[in-house]
Nanobody, 121 residues
Framework: QVQLVESGGGLVQAGGSLRLSCVAS????????MGWYRQAPGNQREFVAS???????LYTDSVKGRFAISKDNAKNTVYLQMNSLKPEDTGVYYC???????????????WGQGTQVTVSS
């Protein structure tokens, strides 16, 4: 019922910037929160940033001051602006949404398919 589609990944040199986007579509009643996770080869998926319905944001320590999450409620879209990228930021970035869809009363976790971010040194 709900799909999340990411875009904006790619290859960038260290110090460069990328902007990721994630659009939520389908039968959506409300969105409690949206966020970004990433997974490097051989590692577990880790939290990167989130933003809730009240525009409160959270970041993992390693990206504070470099990444900024924002959302456009009218477009059901969340963005991740990534600046001063480092090789250790390399990984597949996944969009996550806590979304109330038609027929449900509580938010359910939805995931996108992921977008690759590669930062070269």
């Amino acid at each position: 019922q709900v799909q999340l589609v990411e875009s904006g990944g790619g290859l960038v040199q260290a110090g460069g910037s990328l902007r990721l986007s994630c659009v939520a579509s389908g039968v959506i009643t409300s969105i409690a929160a949206m966020g970004w996770y990433r997974q490097a080869p051989g590692n577990q998926r880790e939290f990167v940033a989130s933003i809730n319905s009240e525009q409160s944001t959270l970041y993992t320590d390693s990206v504070k001051g470099r990444f900024a999450i924002s959302k456009d409620n009218a477009k059901n879209t969340v963005y991740l602006q990534m600046n001063s990228l480092k090789p250790e930021d390399t990984g597949v970035y996944y969009c996550n949404g806590e979304i109330v869809s038609d027929g449900s009363h509580w938010p359910v976790d939805y995931w996108g398919q992921g977008t690759q971010v590669t930062v070269s040194s």
